[in-house]
């Protein structure tokens, strides 16, 4: 795409979400999550997020469905909707 690689580039976006979302407002989230909470990284293609990476991810946003991350999940790998709420604490 032409642009810089920025490893912190999907945290620095969702933190900028949080920004411009008014305080009650929401977040749907959908991102590739893994059974085992485990992380990868397949440079340079895309991430699954696990017990590192997700809680960087969500910091600062309030977890409003009832899923358990990622005790809900089906199969090793998917892409489920988790919600968040601003709170703007």
């Not at 999907?10 to 933190?15: H, K, N, Q, V, Y």
């Not at 411009?20 to 992380?39: E, F, I, S």
């Not at 293609?45 to 469905?65: C, F, I, K, S």
Request: a negative charge.
């Amino acid at each position: 795409y032409g642009d810089a690689l920025n490893p912190w580039g999907d945290i620095l976006a969702i933190a900028r979400a949080r920004c411009v979302t008014k305080v009650g407002g929401y977040l749907a989230l959908v991102v590739p999550t893994h059974k085992q909470y485990n992380d990868f990284l397949y440079f340079n293609a895309h991430r699954l997020y696990g017990r590192n990476r997700y809680p960087l991810l969500t910091a600062n946003w309030e977890q409003v469905d009832a899923e358990d991350h990622p005790g809900s999940l089906q199969t090793y790998m998917e892409q489920p909707t988790f919600v968040f709420r601003n709170e703007g604490n």
